[in-house]
């Protein structure tokens, strides 16, 4: 398998298996698909009996019982026997599961496979095309040289098939027929350019495929097919995307001139300077002469555009790679912003960008210099991404930005994460490396390090000031000193030997400090580590050699203890250096020349990135990833100096132009040509705003338009496409085509609209989308502040254009997106009483920042607390609405996965004042996907609430990712009851009915009051406002701490200061009606204690009473 190809087959292979069982899927009962399967014998006997059944309703629930086995990784082999006797079966559903149970076991089954091969050869000529590619696909996995002609067969069969989908099996079977017979090659390379032929987009993914995988280097195949893959690339399914681009990579590195000469040549201006005028110019118009792209080049450059926008993260990132390798270096830029938009993404796709990133940075700093906090660390980042972000940061890191990033790297270095903490240390030391002005800094603040409690930090200071050290060591005989005096302290084996090779090294420096250190060293010689002492013995013989007189006895002393240390290492070099140092009758001619191999000068260490050597890698391949060539890598071939004919890529273009000219040349030609000519006028005015909205709502808003192009990719659609995208040479008219016939489209769908609204709509929701594909790339240059600005403004005069409403989310989101690019990253302070409750409700999705939350809880605080003042009917300024004095973590089911098809959804109270309404409660829900396939339109559907009863519903959610996670929060007034609140949580696709039933201490809102009040107000609410209970427990749950953990923890009140040891005091509102709960536990002699509540609404107060008493009874 080549690592271009991004495991492709395995994933088209599995997309097909999801295809092939999608009607039976549809079918299967929720105990068949989700029960647990038992592979006891029992089990597989009675799936046994129901495979050998006469009723095909039997046979079926076996199979679908199978399948969900497989499914689950359990072992379903041994019943291949029976599932095979059912591969002639009439029904078209049994027949479609065993073809899938086939596929799996064919290879490890093969004699048995091989007896039903003349019921699969005739499957081949089923009239369903399903049943027709899946005895193609379990044709190929019996892996048997024997059947390799008939293999050969049904694929030169299939390639020619009517249907797309039996064509795009054959390339798959290609692979697999030459992986088990290389000689069949020739024979498969005339399939492959059969196919490579084909109209459809989705076969177009599966060839190329087969092509990187048979004959990469047939490069002569894909010339006459050049343009209808680039024309075909934005309808293909995603992961044939991945491989076409990856393989028109090579392609255009072997048939274009490299568009980088012309940045060289200017580099080269430069070095001659001197030369004379004459001979400058005449090299300069040489140079522009030399160099044009060619019109393909530009077609491959820009047709790629808008992937970027992809939603799949190998698309975007195969899309960054071509970019980076074959386009002109004023024109990369635009990668930046979609590979920083993939940080979002779950962990693994940010290892991989960030890798590609950091290659990147070395080059080209100024690509990533505007994103400069989206590598800033996170704390919940794995080891892995925080170390990558660090790298990326080191490389960005210039004179302008490092004091930022120094103060990031302080924060970074007191992480809890210490091998982070190590990485960070060893940064510092490569920014004081590649920045002079800062050098001193770093090293002062790594002395100061020194002193840190963890060793794992000490040590590493220690080594990368050592490092610094040996760059410029005359300057910093202080820091030496310090360091020696630290010898004290520092217990780290690693750290202590570091010190004492320092001192060793410049011992001339530190004249006075040097055999003092010798002497302490020398007196805890055998208490030492093996590597301190090894480091003691050379810091011994370094001084012998330069100040004998001081520490002749001390060597001596220390050669003697080495002599007898256990450890072989330590003997030896002590027999070394005392042969070497110490001359006698015995010493040889080496022992002159001890004191230059001692102190010999030592090469100062290169502080380099560990990036620095993958740039000749392809960018996003597992040879980059893995910084080594990994097996089946296809490398990327230099550019030509002459480029090779581009006539070769005419022959298909001019045939299907002749064919397609009869059908309407005079009516056609004309608008065709006037259209592209207003399309380029357009262009030329849309280059400056239209790169800096590739994540704006419009991007979205054109995804959807090619997502639904191509799930519409039938024979007919696309070959529509194809006579609309080969039919003229220019670049650009396939767009052209493109729009009028989504525009045609769009007016047959919506025949009752109006005509003028209509226009509109499709002028607004058209005008980013085509300005991003069809801007050339030639105002790059423009600074990323300045597009941003200009993008809202354009944005701004569509909302007021347009008389739609805009998806809240949207705005979330662009909201986001321009917090996280915006270059100035200095706090506002906003005044708390500017946010508005709806704008809070926004941001509250928005995971922004501490700082903003902080503001948010303020101001929520602060609107509910005016709120209850001004509905509240008596009023009292001494009884004031307080933060929560716990807030419990237990979360409740809403929608189990079971029953929600793979959505999850859990809900707890935050215990926090609503943000939507004062008399509503705040309830948070989170949901999960926990299905490998993207959820979309999540919303609240009908809701049958109780008469009185309020819901504020949160925003839609347009989609949530495989495994990925989400919290909303919305607003339910229950009106001060337990009733249950029933609606509906929706999907695209499904609705499912929930409930939420308030417990009744989250109904209530914690205040603060003094014992003075609450005795004035519990006087006021007697009689028939008041109920009591007597509670028996141990004396050790009666306990200050214990009482208040309880009550807490069952409602949500505040605490009242008592004056009396025996009575705890708790007060709270009702969220709706603001009436006051007032809640006492006096403890009485003995193991007894009375619970009185004292409260207006006596239907809660007795439910809570309820709840209490038995809490505060329990151990």
């Given at each position: 398998?080549?690592?271009?190809?991004?495991?492709?087959?395995?994933?088209?292979?599995?997309?097909?298996?999801?295809?092939?069982?999608?009607?039976?899927?549809?079918?299967?009962?929720?105990?068949?698909?989700?029960?647990?399967?038992?592979?006891?014998?029992?089990?597989?006997?009675?799936?046994?009996?129901?495979?050998?059944?006469?009723?095909?309703?039997?046979?079926?629930?076996?199979?679908?019982?199978?399948?969900?086995?497989?499914?689950?990784?359990?072992?379903?082999?041994?019943?291949?026997?029976?599932?095979?006797?059912?591969?002639?079966?009439?029904?078209?559903?049994?027949?479609?599961?065993?073809?899938?149970?086939?596929?799996?076991?064919?290879?490890?089954?093969?004699?048995?496979?091989?007896?039903?091969?003349?019921?699969?050869?005739?499957?081949?000529?089923?009239?369903?095309?399903?049943?027709?590619?899946?005895?193609?696909?379990?044709?190929?996995?019996?892996?048997?040289?024997?059947?390799?002609?008939?293999?050969?067969?049904?694929?030169?069969?299939?390639?020619?098939?009517?249907?797309?989908?039996?064509?795009?099996?054959?390339?798959?079977?290609?692979?697999?027929?030459?992986?088990?017979?290389?000689?069949?090659?020739?024979?498969?390379?005339?399939?492959?350019?059969?196919?490579?032929k084909d109209k459809s987009t989705l076969v177009a993914g599966s060839v190329v495929m087969a092509f990187e995988e048979v004959c990469p280097d047939r490069i002569d195949l894909i010339h006459k097919n050049y343009r209808k893959l680039c024309n075909l690339l934005v309808d293909v399914e995603e992961w044939g995307q991945v491989v076409i681009i990856h393989m028109l990579t090579r392609y255009a590195r072997t048939q274009f001139v490299s568009p980088w000469k012309e940045e060289d040549g200017l580099e080269d201006d430069e070095k001659n300077f001197y030369d004379?005028?004459?001979?400058?110019?005449?090299?300069?118009?040489?140079?522009?002469?030399?160099?044009?792209?060619?019109?393909?080049?530009?077609?491959?450059?820009?047709?790629?555009?808008?992937?970027?926008?992809?939603?799949?993260?190998?698309?975007?990132?195969?899309?960054?790679?071509?970019?980076?390798?074959?386009?002109?270096?004023?024109?990369?830029?635009?990668?930046?912003?979609?590979?920083?938009?993939?940080?979002?993404?779950?962990?693994?796709?940010?290892?991989?960008?960030?890798?590609?990133?950091?290659?990147?940075?070395i080059q080209r700093k100024g690509m990533f210099e505007p994103y400069l906090k989206s590598f800033y660390v996170r704390s919940t980042d794995p080891t892995m991404i925080k170390t990558l972000k660090l790298e990326i940061l080191t490389n960005l890191a210039n004179e302008a930005n490092i004091s930022t990033l120094l103060r990031e790297f302080q924060t970074y270095v007191k992480s809890q994460d210490k091998e982070f903490a190590a990485a960070t240390i060893q940064t510092i030391g490569r920014c004081a490396t590649n920045i002079s002005e800062v050098t001193d800094?770093?090293?002062?603040?790594?002395?100061?390090?020194?002193?840190?409690?963890?060793?794992?930090?000490?040590?590493?200071?220690?080594?990368?000031?050592?490092?610094?050290?040996?760059?410029?060591?005359?300057?910093?005989?202080?820091?030496?000193?310090?360091?020696?005096?630290?010898l004290d302290s520092i217990t780290v084996p690693v750290a202590r030997a570091s010190i004492l090779w320092l001192i060793g090294e410049n011992c001339e420096r530190v004249p006075k400090i040097a055999p003092d250190v010798l002497r302490k060293m020398a007196k805890g010689f055998t208490s030492e580590d093996d590597l301190v002492k090894l480091q003691i013995l050379n810091l011994g013989a370094k001084l012998y050699l330069t100040n004998s007189k001081q520490t002749k006895l001390l060597t001596q002393y220390i050669l003697n203890l080495g002599k007898y240390d256990q450890n072989y290492d330590i003997r030896d070099r002590t027999r070394f250096i005392r042969q070497l140092i110490v001359p006698?009758?015995?010493?040889?001619?080496?022992?002159?020349?001890?004191?230059?191999?001692?102190?010999?000068?030592?090469?100062?260490?290169?502080?380099?990135?560990?990036?620095?050597?993958?740039?000749?890698?392809?960018?996003?391949?597992?040879?980059?990833?893995?910084?080594?060539?990994?097996?089946?890598?296809?490398?990327?071939s230099n550019w030509p100096e002459v480029a090779p004919d581009p006539s070769v890529r005419n022959v298909e273009v001019i045939e299907l132009a002749k064919e397609w000219t009869p059908a309407g040349k005079a009516k056609k030609e004309n608008p065709a040509k006037k259209f592209y000519s207003e399309s380029e006028e357009e262009e030329d005015s849309s280059d400056s705003s239209s790169d800096s909205d590739s994540e704006s709502g419009s991007a979205s808003g054109e995804q959807e338009e090619e997502g639904d192009s191509s799930d519409d990719s039938s024979e007919d659609s696309s070959s529509e496409h194809k006579s609309d995208s080969e039919s003229a040479s220019e670049v650009g008219n396939k767009r052209t085509a493109k729009r009028n016939s989504k525009s045609k489209r769009k007016r047959d769908s919506e025949d009752g609209e109006n005509e003028n609204e209509k226009s509109k709509t499709s002028d607004s929701s058209n005008a980013d989308s085509s300005s991003i594909e069809e801007s050339s790339s030639d105002s790059e240059s423009e600074s990323e502040s300045e597009s941003e600005s200009e993008s809202r403004k354009v944005t701004k005069e569509k909302e007021n254009k347009t008389k739609q409403n805009i998806n809240p989310l949207t705005k979330d989101v662009s909201l986001l997106d321009l917090d996280d690019f915006n270059p100035v990253s200095t706090p506002v302070a906003l005044p708390t009483p500017a946010l508005s409750p709806s704008l809070i409700a926004d941001l509250e999705g928005l995971n922004l920042s501490t700082t903003s939350s902080v503001i948010t809880k303020q101001v929520r605080l602060k609107t509910s607390e005016e709120k209850s003042?001004?509905?509240?009917?008596?009023?009292?300024?001494?009884?004031?609405?307080?933060?929560?004095?716990?807030?419990?973590?237990?979360?409740?089911?809403?929608?189990?996965?079971?029953?929600?098809?793979?959505?999850?959804?859990?809900?707890?109270?935050?215990?926090?004042?609503?943000?939507?309404?004062?008399?509503?409660?705040?309830?948070?829900?989170?949901?999960?996907?926990?299905?490998?396939?993207?959820?979309?339109?999540?919303?609240?559907?009908?809701?049958?609430?109780?008469?009185?009863?309020?819901?504020?519903?949160?925003?839609?959610?347009?989609?949530?990712?495989?495994?990925?996670?989400?919290?909303?929060?919305?607003?339910?007034?229950?009106?001060?009851?337990?009733?249950?609140?029933?609606?509906?949580?929706?999907?695209?696709?499904?609705?499912?009915?929930?409930?939420i039933q308030p417990p009744v201490g989250e109904l209530l809102l914690p205040v603060a009051m003094s014992e003075k009040d609450f005795k004035k107000e519990q006087g006021m609410l007697t009689g028939m406002n008041e109920t009591s209970t007597v509670i028996i427990a141990a004396p050790q749950n009666f306990t200050p701490s214990v009482i208040l953990q309880k009550v807490v923890n069952v409602a949500n009140v505040g605490v009242v200061p008592s004056g009396q040891d025996h009575i705890h005091r708790f007060a709270a509102k009702t969220v709706h009606s603001g009436s006051l709960m007032l809640v006492t536990v006096e403890l009485k002699e003995g193991s007894t204690a009375q619970l009185i509540i004292n409260t207006e609404k006596t239907v809660i107060g007795s439910v809570l009473l309820r709840e209490l008493k038995p809490v505060l009874s329990q151990g």
């Open positions: 398998m080549s690592s271009n190809s991004f495991a492709y087959s395995e994933q088209s292979g599995g997309g097909e298996a999801t295809e092939l069982g999608q009607e039976a899927t549809s079918t299967i009962s929720p105990s068949g698909a989700f029960g647990l399967f038992s592979s006891d014998l029992k089990k597989n006997e009675d799936l046994k009996q129901m495979l050998e059944s006469n009723k095909d309703s039997a046979k079926l629930d076996a199979m679908k019982r199978i399948v969900g086995m497989i499914a689950k990784g359990k072992n379903a082999s041994e019943l291949f026997p029976a599932v095979v006797k059912n591969v002639a079966s009439k029904n078209i559903e049994i027949k479609k599961l065993v073809y899938v149970y086939l596929v799996r076991y064919a290879e490890e089954q093969q004699d048995l496979a091989l007896l039903s091969i003349s019921t699969f050869q005739r499957a081949l000529k089923d009239p369903n095309q399903l049943i027709r590619a899946s005895a193609l696909r379990v044709l190929s996995s019996i892996r048997v040289p024997i059947i390799v002609p008939i293999m050969m067969l049904a694929i030169k069969e299939a390639s020619a098939d009517l249907s797309p989908y039996v064509r795009k099996n054959a390339a798959h079977a290609i692979q697999k027929l030459y992986s088990l017979d290389p000689e069949q090659k020739e024979m498969l390379i005339e399939v492959i350019e059969k196919l490579l004379s005028d004459d001979d400058q110019k005449e090299k300069t118009d040489k140079r522009k002469k030399s160099y044009t792209m060619d019109p393909d080049h530009r077609l491959l450059i820009r047709n790629t555009k808008p992937l970027l926008q992809s939603r799949n993260a190998a698309v975007v990132m195969a899309v960054a790679q071509l970019y980076w390798h074959i386009s002109p270096k004023s024109e990369v830029g635009i990668i930046s912003k979609s590979l920083v938009r993939l940080l979002r993404s779950n962990r693994e796709v940010q290892y991989i960008v960030l890798q590609n990133i950091a290659t990147m940075s800094t770093c090293l002062n603040g790594l002395v100061c390090l020194l002193s840190n409690r963890d060793e794992i930090v000490v040590a590493e200071s220690v080594v990368v000031i050592k490092k610094l050290l040996q760059m410029q060591p005359a300057q910093h005989g202080e820091i030496i000193k310090h360091m020696a005096k630290l006698n009758e015995k010493s040889g001619a080496l022992s002159k020349y001890a004191k230059k191999i001692f102190l010999a000068q030592k090469p100062a260490p290169l502080l380099e990135s560990p990036f620095k050597d993958r740039d000749h890698f392809q960018l996003g391949t597992l040879s980059h990833t893995l910084n080594t060539k990994a097996t089946g890598y296809l490398e990327l003042r001004k509905t509240s009917k008596d009023y009292n300024p001494h009884i004031m609405v307080s933060t929560p004095v716990f807030v419990p973590v237990k979360t409740h089911v809403l929608l189990h996965r079971m029953s929600g098809k793979g959505l999850a959804a859990h809900y707890f109270f935050p215990r926090q004042p609503c943000i939507f309404g004062d008399k509503m409660v705040s309830v948070q829900i989170t949901l999960n996907n926990t299905t490998d396939r993207k959820i979309e339109n999540i919303h609240i559907g009908g809701k049958r609430l109780p008469i009185g009863m309020q819901m504020h519903v949160f925003n839609t959610i347009e989609s949530l990712e495989p495994e990925g996670s989400i919290t909303v929060s919305m607003g339910i007034d229950f009106c001060d009851s337990t009733q249950t609140a029933s609606f509906q949580l929706c999907t695209k696709d499904d609705c499912f009915n929930v409930n």
